[in-house]
């Protein structure tokens, strides 16, 4: 029991420290070791340190580093052209003051959607939404909920091809594809995009008379028009990305000879495990020329831009990467089995919900959805496979039940993205989070335990 106390001692640290913002690349390692000593295996600190929590670290960057950093360099380059401004403010201008919510979560999920990452979402769209509000006098204070909801949730864990890396990661324990449950994606993602705008519109409506409000801060500068692309120049490199994505991992890489992967020098690997990375790695490459090409002349600079968002993609690629090595530590540990049992026997007959527990819980104390979801799944995710395999449970549901769960109480006040959003939007926990925490933490966990309750009938 001492070991299973220093496990749950140590995340707690995590999350209270990684809150207070100190670096998760500082602590994971260190709180690593603290529940290393806990659980009586303090002699092997340094070869535990080489040996379990590097390699972790460095396997989950070596897979998805390509991801990071494309997804970045497109982000920038969307950015820095113009054309995530263009497209947001059609969308706004087409919609107009009345549906401000809904057109504002609507460009955030078509950036989302077409592989532009959360953190590029909102720089891009918060001038435009805090423009949007000003001008119709809605309270400030509801921007960052409406941004959160368009980029944070539904697009970003339940929409079938979605590129997001919370998507990516469920396909090497499962062997499925970006594409796994459709209509269960579908059908969770429009719940928890209308019950947000429900959330959001209710609340705008009884608070409309405090008006946009006065003495904010960061308040933005709008990219004048005649520096934007045009419409179509702009969108074409989403449609690139959703479209080469499909054909790649759909019709392309299918038919091609992969036998050799089968060999020692290729790690003895299966097609299904790689297949997503790869079509999102051809995808983001040929969106990136798109993006270059038809926006030539926008660009100052165009090394610049690309080596800012590479640049950019190294913080979020070792923060979870980090945090893998974190789980994968404590999941070596003795100690763990406990902790794993008990997770796993909350419904023994059910896989589903205990999948849905485990990944919640770690994503909530990591404040990191693609964090607390590797970390899930690196210790429990061959364990899920076999249930699966065991009950007779579309392994396609537990791609997307994964997915789903890891976008849920990722967003507590710790959380990396929350707090950026908040930032970029000059407004405080205090003012925001209220409306922050009901459309991308509340609404998703109900959302997510409706459908296991409904899949579950089925199993």
Known sequence: ?????????????????????ISVIILAPVLAMLAVVFAGEGSQMLGIYTQVFMTKMGSFAMKYFPIFMLGAIFGKLMEDSGSATAIAKSIINTLGMKHASFAIVLACGLLTYGGVS?????????????????EANLPKRFVPATIALGAFTFTMTCIPGTPQIQNIIPTSYFGTDMYAAPVVGLCAGFAMMFGGLWWINRRIKSHQAEGYGDNHSNEPVLMPDHHLPSLWAA?????????????????????????YLASDKFGNMDINKVKSI???????????????MLNWSKFTDVNGTMTKGALGSMLPTFNTASEVGYGGTIASLGAFLLVKEA????????????????????????????GGLTIAL???????????????????????????????????????????????????????Y???????????????VLTVIVLSVFV
């Open 278 to 292: 790869w079509s999102m790695i051809m995808a983001l490459i040929l969106a990136v020329a798109t993006v270059v």
């Open 1 to 21: 029991m001492v070991g299973v106390f220093g496990i749950l001692l140590s995340l707690a640290l995590l999350m209270y420290l990684a809150y207070r913002g």
């Open 378 to 432: 690196e210790a429990l995710g061959s364990t899920y496979a076999q249930l699966a395999e065991q009950f007779s449970i579309n392994p396609e549901w537990m791609h997307r039940l994964a997915s789903m769960a890891s976008g849920g109480f990722d967003s507590l006040p710790h959380n990396g993205a929350v707090i950026t959003l908040l930032t970029i939007c000059g407004l405080s926990h205090k003012q925001s």
């Open 118 to 134: 959360l953190f590029v979402v909102a720089f891009a769209v918060y001038p435009l939404a805090a423009a949007l509000f000003r």
């Open 235 to 259: 969108l074409l490199p989403i449609v690139v990305v959703v479209l080469a994505n499909f054909f790649f991992q759909k019709m392309l890489i299918p038919g091609w000879d992969t036998g």
């Open 434 to 448: 209220k409306d922050i925490f009901m459309v991308s933490l509340a609404i998703p966990v109900m959302i997510t």
């Open 343 to 370: 997770v796993i026997n909350v419904s023994p007959g059910n896989p589903l919900i205990s999948e849905v527990l485990a990944v919640n819980v770690l994503a909530g104390i990591t404040g990191s959805a693609s």
